[in-house]
């Protein structure tokens, strides 16, 4: 059974940095694509960041690009996403997604997913 559980969430001011972390199990991670989405209050799930299955290609939504970062290591089954200038509208709870081999940017898309983080970025 494929599982994710993300760490890293909490509490940041405006301009701030978070790194999130999601740790997968009970799968083959090197094989997944894999995904960042966020739900803020009230909104529907949407985008952030994807990477490849390899590492070698990624994805991004125009409102965080050149602020996150996303990578992976396949040695520990692990993918990250650091949150630099950090701001109000990045508050949400995060999650993480796999699927098989290929990455996309529809949440429906993808078949295993984590708990979620929640970030707060408060001024």
């Known amino acids: 059974q494929v599982q994710l559980v993300e760490s890293g969430g909490g509490l940041a001011q405006v301009g701030g940095s978070l790194r999130l972390s999601c740790q997968v199990s009970g799968g083959p991670f090197s094989r997944y694509g894999m995904g960042w989405f966020r739900q803020a209050p009230g909104k529907e799930r949407e985008f952030v960041s994807a990477i490849s299955f390899t590492g070698d290609s990624t994805y991004y939504t125009e409102s965080v690009e050149g602020r996150f970062t996303i990578s992976r290591d396949n040695d520990k089954n692990t993918v990250f996403l650091q949150m630099n200038s950090l701001k109000p509208e990045d508050t949400a709870v995060y999650y993480c997604?796999?699927?098989?081999?290929?990455?996309?940017?529809?949440?429906?898309?993808?078949?295993?997913w984590g708990q979620g983080t929640q970030v707060t970025v408060s001024s």
């Open positions: 997604a796999a699927r098989a081999i290929r990455t996309s940017r529809w949440a429906q898309d993808y078949g295993y």
